[in-house]
């Protein structure tokens, strides 16, 4: 079993900064990568960010440059720190894990952007 728990989310101004976290927990050897995928009103599911097993990095266009992913090893944590935030970023923030090719899902943040 994988379990993953999400923390932060919530209303922010246009401008301000937010940080996402997920914790992974159970059968999580042999991970490929973690990351976020969110899916705003009205839209399809767009992926926001990854770090692979190797630690690399990887952002979509719409929010290179304003956002940066990590990964505590230790405690199985990564997190998503979001700066310069837009209402376009208005979405649920799901954190996924890729195993073996099949991704585990956390529960969803819901981020608003809105003065």
């Known amino acids: 079993q994988v379990q993953l728990v999400e923390s932060g989310g919530g209303l922010v101004q246009p401008g301000g900064s937010l940080r996402l976290s997920c914790a992974a927990s159970?059968?999580?050897?042999?991970?490929?990568?973690m990351g976020w995928y969110r899916q705003g009103p009205g839209k399809d599911r767009e992926l926001v960010a990854t770090?692979?097993?190797?630690?690399?990095?990887n952002y979509a266009d719409s929010i290179k440059g304003r956002s940066t992913i990590s990964r505590n090893t230790a405690s199985n944590t990564v997190f998503l720190q979001m700066n310069s935030l837009k209402p376009e970023d208005t979405a649920v923030y799901y954190c996924?894990?890729?195993?073996?090719?099949?991704?585990?899902w956390g529960q969803g943040k819901q981020v608003t952007v809105s003065s």
């Open positions: 770090v692979t097993s190797g630690g690399g990095t």
């Open positions: 996924f894990l890729n195993r073996g090719g099949f991704l585990y």
């Open positions: 159970g059968s999580i050897f042999n991970i490929n990568a």
